[in-house]
């Protein structure tokens, strides 16, 4: 069963510290991406990948971090210098010349 | 700078109607479209797509038309159903650039 898979479903971090968001793959895919949802902003891109070992920043990439060290991974890491971390995080991959699937997100909240 | 731009964030609709969603663009290097939907808590699902080479796609109860010369599509849902309640989001991408340029999201609620 083909899929992206995003976890945890939920996440709660303190103020101040790091935490990292896991999404993987099984669909072969060589593109990733990473992208925020906020109410009334739509989809932000943070970071992405076209291929292993590189990556690149997208519109909003200050204060998160990513690897791809895998092609089925790309795990996104949200730090400490992200002042407004709380929002919805959505995984998706390249899934041909113009379309994505995506993953079923993670919900970050800081408290 | 938004380059895919969705106005009228929120649609509502009695169901057997007609929902029309609309989508403007400023890039004219966009020649391929899109339309996602999504649930709360869930990721978007690709809903149907257009290429700048057509001005009409149909798919079941979905249909999008596309308006080059006004940078302009619209995403008609007809009869519209309560299942269709979700936010739609509209996106384009250019030739050799992988990205998609996504919209704001419009928000449908279909009343029973």
């Known amino acids: 069963d083909g899929g992206i898979t995003q976890s945890p479903k939920y996440l709660f971090r303190k103020e101040g510290q790091n935490v990292t968001l896991s999404c993987e793959q099984n669909l072969n895919h060589d593109a990733m991406y990473w992208y925020r949802q906020d109410p009334g902003q739509g989809l932000r891109l943070i970071y992405y990948s076209q291929i292993v070992n590189d990556f690149q920043k997208g519109d909003i990439a200050e204060g998160y971090s990513v690897s791809r060290e895998k092609k089925e991974s790309f795990p996104l890491t949200v730090t400490s210098a992200q002042k407004n971390p709380t929002a919805f995080y959505l995984c998706?991959?390249?899934?041909?010349?113009?379309?994505?699937?995506f993953g079923s997100g993670t919900r970050l909240t800081v408290v | 700078d938004q380059q895919v731009k969705q106005n009228s964030p929120s649609l509502s609709v009695q169901e057997g109607r007609i929902s029309i969603l609309n989508c403007d663009y400023t890039n004219s290097m966009f020649d391929y479209f899109l339309w996602y939907k999504k649930y709360p808590a869930e990721g978007p699902t690709f809903l149907i797509s257009i290429s700048s080479i057509k001005d009409k796609n149909e798919d079941g109860r979905f249909t999008v038309f596309l308006n080059k010369s006004a940078k302009h599509l619209s995403l008609h849902i007809v009869p519209s159903q309560p299942g269709d309640s979700a936010v739609y989001f509209c996106?384009?991408?250019?030739?050799?650039?992988?990205?998609?340029?996504f919209g704001k999201g419009n928000q449908v609620v279909v009343i029973p």
């Open positions: 998706a991959t390249q899934t041909g010349p113009n379309g994505y699937t």
């Open positions: 996106a384009a991408s250019k030739r050799g650039n992988n990205r998609l340029a």
